[in-house]
T-cell receptor, first 116, second 114 residues
């Protein structure tokens, strides 16, 4: 069982370059999320999606774009990378909340991105 | 505003019990979750509390007091493999679409020693 798969696992970019991070889930989850994790700051939500074809902004959306063309895939794009975007990026997916609001998120192993 | 506070580090010995506290300030609170993350790994879901009281799952328990805006994660019979970071997270209606979002605390790093 693959769960949530992120590619690539590591990447080094130069300032101004663009790239796309891919997230794929095989659990038929409706909801998908992109987070970034920086030392001492926990996980911060960048963008999320509650279904195919829909996306919404999270806490720190600036400098990122996303697309959810297929239910199983959620892409995160950096159009012009900046050193401040050096971070570990996690993708997660979940079902809709249950009757008490529980909605465990399943995370990928992360993408470690360095921007020089 | 919206904020979560948890201790940055906790140290304990094998076999002991440790409690990791989380206080939150938010409007439209819906529930409190806990996640575990080992170094270099992915966060994994541990527990969720929507109502006041204690939820037990094996060696781990989680507690919530909505009136005090406070919760904790209790780890019993600590093992070396429990050394990890633990994050509390809240779901609230603070922002548009807030129901579908989790806001995470900065995490508590637990070190278990022999």
């Amino acid at each position: 069982n693959a769960g949530v798969t992120q590619t690539p696992k590591f990447r080094v970019l130069k300032t101004g370059q663009s790239m796309t991070l891919l997230c794929a889930q095989d659990m038929n989850h409706e909801y998908m999320y992109w987070y970034r994790q920086d030392p001492g700051m926990g996980l911060r939500l960048i963008h999320y999606s509650v279904g195919e074809g829909t996306t919404a902004k999270g806490e720190v959306p600036d400098g990122y774009n996303v697309s959810r063309l297929k239910k199983q895939n959620f892409l995160l794009g950096l159009e012009s990378a900046a050193p401040s975007q050096t971070s570990v990026y996690f993708c997660a997916s979940s079902t809709a909340p249950d009757r008490v609001g529980n909605q465990p998120q399943h995370f990928g192993d992360g993408t470690r991105l360095s921007i020089l | 505003g919206q904020s979560l506070e948890q201790p940055s580090e906790v140290t304990a010995v094998e076999g002991a019990i440790v409690q990791i506290n989380c206080t939150y300030q938010t409007s439209g609170f819906y529930g409190l979750s806990w996640y575990q993350q080992h170094d270099g790994g992915a966060p994994t879901f541990l527990s969720y509390n929507a109502l006041d009281g204690l939820e037990e799952t094996g060696r781990f328990s989680s507690f919530l007091s909505r009136s005090d805006s406070y919760g904790y994660l209790l780890l019993q019979e600590l093992q070396m493999k429990d050394s990890a970071s633990y994050f509390c997270a809240v779901r609230s209606f603070m922002f548009s679409g807030g129901y579908n979002k989790l806001i995470f605390g900065a995490g508590t790093r637990l070190a278990v020693h022999p």
